[in-house]
Nanobody, 123 residues
Framework: QVQLTESGGGLVQAGGSLRLSCTFS????????MGWYRQAPGNERELVGY???????KYLDSVKGRFTISRDTVKNTMWLQMNSLEPEDTAVYYC?????????????????WGQGTQVTVSP
């Protein structure tokens, strides 16, 4: 069992930046895949990006070049650096992790979730 605790959401103007943090209660060394999902009102949850055990990252097309996922296996923390934010990025962002599987596009079978943090981007 592992707990994920998020922080770093907030309100920012378009073009601004935010960094979200996800701290794990235990070692992240054995996690197969960890990443970030988001869900805007009226929309289905979507996978923003993820990083696998070997360090490879993958991103949603709409955030490529603007968002970056990183992690620290000593601090047991993952980050989502979001630059050049757009109003369309407004959503609740969730960190997620799975010890055995990859992260699916909608997160329907993900093992562990953070509590979610609101990101609001004003025009």
């Amino acid at each position: 069992q592992v707990q994920l605790t998020e922080s770093g959401g907030g309100l920012v103007q378009a073009g601004g930046s935010l960094r979200l943090s996800c701290t794990f209660s235990g070692s992240i060394f054995s996690i197969n895949a960890m990443g970030w999902y988001r869900q805007a009102p009226g929309n289905e949850r979507e996978l923003v990006g993820y990083i696998v055990r070997g360090g490879t990252t993958k991103y949603l097309d709409s955030v490529k070049g603007r968002f970056t996922i990183s992690r620290d296996t000593v601090k047991n923390t993952m980050w989502l650096q979001m630059n050049s934010l757009e109003p369309e990025d407004t959503a609740v962002y969730y960190c997620a992790a799975d010890f055995r599987h990859e992260l699916g596009p909608y997160g329907r079978a993900v093992e562990y979730w953070g509590q979610g943090t609101q990101v609001t981007v004003s025009p």
